[in-house]
């Protein structure tokens, strides 16, 4: 009974998200509002627990809202030096097969571009441009969406892997784990594990997809004729992702792996290496079907008007400077680490308590990647590309108001789970364990051991309603945790699992669909690239369940 009771916030929120197609940005603090009442009337919380807790939520949430800010404010401030025009008018010419370009630019580039910002801004950019280069819109906003998924777990510096550790730490360290840094590491390299080997399976599909529902000949034999390059493609992107993986952590994977695959790519194919002979071709545009075009206007960012005299190298120079920052800072062996990664003063800052209620907060401002690099960075932009202060100040205004409606989502949303995870005995009146531990234990109790099977749906849905894989991990990776624990499921794995679904989720998520046809032009088709799109999400989610699950089942647990 009070299973049910806990889960009413989880329920009302995919009930107004999915069913009333309400922002997060509104319903996480509606999700917020009901948790209260249920900790005040069933949970016998006091209001001044309630409060403390939701304080404590408000200000654990800053860490990640300052990483979004910076990522952002990276991406509209080379929007508005000119330097993205400079960067997109690089794919113009590499290649005349879609197929070549497809990989290039919705993969390679989109997962450069998802590891440096994330929360949505590979399909933004990714999607108009095959559209430039001769794409039918509704194609490159189904290509973008669904290759936007791989790189998902490590985007924007790590965000959603990082978030889903941070949102467990506690547990952590309550069951006893002393090396948390080697468990994050851990858990960043089994969800980089799956994903490189479902990587040049998703990118097949991709390919086979357009080629089957788009191709002037309509057939998979055109496809078929790719995949030495596919594997090629993915053999590039994927070392340097699982390299990142395994010895630096969640920052790296897709940032790297991203631009070491771009550069192989580009090359490789500006000599044909591994380019099919035979040529793909999209009908002429007057046989295209009404649903492949434009309903309205192709959206184009002013920003990408601005003329700019940028060299290309000039224009990268900025993701050089984050990757070398990066890689200076995160390395141990350098010293900065153990400089910067404290919990103290000059470099934190915290609160042990707050209205008397204990909750140990600490932001961590100098570690933090969204001020080291990105705001550093995006400061250094100003004068290298010599922006006038209406650029900058554009940027910036951008920047605040696409954070905005995360910021809100997150700021409640982390205080909901907060209240989830600090409901116990205690904190109230009541004697009963947490919500999260009644949740979970209900989960548990109703699943059993067939819970691998629903793991990673858990984390598709939390995407799905909310929009962003960082967002799915904050409200399900301490309720995974708790039931792998009750279920004596391997932890590590169980998150992974999470962190997989949520990346995955991208694909159908309504937001990220709403936005890529807003994007694309193709507004009204939102029905048709959910139902394309589910297929690759499914045998995403088939395939993590059988790598992770399998694993599982053979009795593999990698902190045992």
């Known amino acids: 009974m009070y299973a049910i009771i806990a889960f009413i916030p989880i329920i009302v929120t995919i009930i107004v998200m999915a069913g009333f197609n309400w922002p997060a940005k509104i319903a996480l603090p509606l999700a917020w509002l009901i948790t209260s009442i249920v900790c005040l009337l ?4 006091n209001l001044i627990t309630i409060a403390a807790h939701t304080i404590a939520g408000f200000l654990t949430s800053i860490d990640t809202i300052v990483i979004i800010l910076g990522a952002i404010l990276i991406m509209n401030t080379l929007k508005h030096s000119g330097a993205m025009k ?5 794919f113009t010419n590499i290649s005349d097969d879609p197929r070549i370009q497809m990989i290039i630019i919705g993969f390679m580039f989109g997962a450069f571009i998802e590891g440096a910002a994330g929360f949505g801004t590979p399909a933004a950019l990714a999607a108009p441009l095959l559209i430039s280069v001769g794409f039918p819109p509704l194609c490159a906003a189904m290509c973008a969406l669904i290759l936007n998924s791989t790189p998902v777990p490590f985007g924007a510096v790590g965000t959603p892997a990082t978030t889903a550790f941070n949102m467990v730490s506690s547990e952590l360290a309550a069951a006893g784990v002393t090396d948390t840094e080697a468990w994050k590491l851990g858990l960043t390299k089994w969800a980089a594990i799956p994903s490189a080997i479902i990587c040049p399976i998703i990118i097949f599909i991709t390919v086979t997809m357009m080629c089957m529902m788009y191709g002037k000949n309509k057939s998979i034999k055109y496809a078929v004729e790719v995949i030495p390059y596919i594997l090629m493609s993915a053999i590039a992107f994927c070392v340097p992702y699982l390299i990142c993986a395994a010895f630096l952590g969640p920052e790296f994977p897709s940032l790297i792996g991203g631009l070491v695959a771009l550069v192989i790519c580009i090359v490789t194919a500006k000599k044909g290496i591994l380019v099919p002979k035979s040529k793909f071709e999209f009908p002429a545009q007057s046989e295209w079907a009404e649903h492949w075009k434009a309903t309205t206007a192709v959206q184009e960012d002013e920003s990408m008007k601005v003329e700019s005299n940028i060299s290309p190298v000039m224009a990268w120079v900025p993701y050089g400077l984050i990757a070398i920052i990066l890689v200076v800072t995160r390395i141990p062996q350098i010293g900065i680490k153990g400089i910067l990664n404290v919990s103290t003063a000059p470099f934190a800052i915290g609160l042990k308590t707050i209205f008397g209620v204990e909750v140990n907060w600490a932001f961590k401002w100098a570690w933090n990647p969204g001020i080291l690099p990105f705001i550093l960075v995006a400061l250094i932009i100003i004068p290298l590309h010599k922006m006038k202060s209406e650029s900058v100040k554009a940027a910036w ?9 995360a910021a809100i989502a997150l700021l409640f949303g982390i205080a909901m789970v907060q209240l989830f995870k600090n409901s116990g005995a205690a904190y109230n009146n009541s004697g009963m364990e947490s919500m999260l531990i009644v949740m979970a234990n209900g989960l548990a109790d109703l699943f059993g051991k067939a819970y691998i099977i629903v793991a990673p749906i858990i984390g598709v849905i939390g995407a799905f309603i909310s ?3 960082t967002v799915s ?10 039931a792998a624990v009750r279920l004596g499921l391997p932890t590590m794995l169980i998150l992974a699992m999470q962190v997989l679904g949520g990346a995955m989720g991208n694909m159908v998520c309504v937001n990220n669909i709403v936005s890529a046809c807003a994007t694309c032009g193709t507004i009204g088709s939102e029905g048709r690239l959910m139902r394309s799109n589910v297929i690759p999400c499914l045998i995403y989610a088939t395939l993590t369940i059988l790598i992770l699950g399998g694993l599982i089942i053979a009795g593999y647990n990698p902190v045992a």
């Open 397 to 405: 205004k951008e920047t605040g108001s696409m954070v905005g409606g």
């Open 473 to 482: 991990n904050t409200l399900f990776s301490t309720l995974q945790y708790a």
């Open 42 to 45: 069933a949970w016998k919380m």
């Open 467 to 469: 929009g962003s894989a």
């Open 86 to 90: 400079v960067i997109n008018s690089m």
